[in-house]
Nanobody, 128 residues
């Protein structure tokens, strides 16, 4: 079983930066792809970024490409999301997710149904 706990959310002005972290427990963390998703009020959950087990492959939503960077440290069982040049439209609850299974060394996916474990979420609010 994988348990995920997000941290690092908060209130920031537009143009600012935040770094989200996700701490994972469970022996299977290092064998699974990891992802970040977000959900704004009144909207459906959407994909933000994902990283493969090896860390060599990453995938970003067009809306965050060039501004956000996902990384992972398998030795520490953590995955991070560095968010720069934040915009008010980035305001949402951000969720960390672990792959439902060990898909493969370089596997990465933006599809939420490929992720079987979710954190409780951390609020990010960007003021204009």
């Amino acid at each position: 079983q994988v348990q995920l706990v997000e941290s690092g959310g908060g209130l920031v002005q537009a143009g600012g930066s935040l770094r989200l972290s996700c701490a994972a427990s469970g022996r299977t963390f290092s064998s699974r792809p990891m992802g970040w998703f977000r959900q704004a009020p009144g909207k459906e959950r959407e994909f933000v970024a994902a990283i493969s087990w090896s860390g060599a492959s990453t995938y970003y939503a067009d809306s965050v490409k060039g501004r956000f960077t996902i990384s992972r440290d398998n030795a520490k069982n953590t995955v991070n999301l560095q968010m720069n040049s934040l915009k008010p439209e980035d305001t949402a609850v951000y969720y960390c997710a672990a792959g439902a299974q060990a898909y493969g060394l370089g596997y990465v996916s933006p599809a939420s149904d490929k992720y079987g474990h979710w954190g409780q979420g951390t609020q990010v609010t960007v003021s204009s």
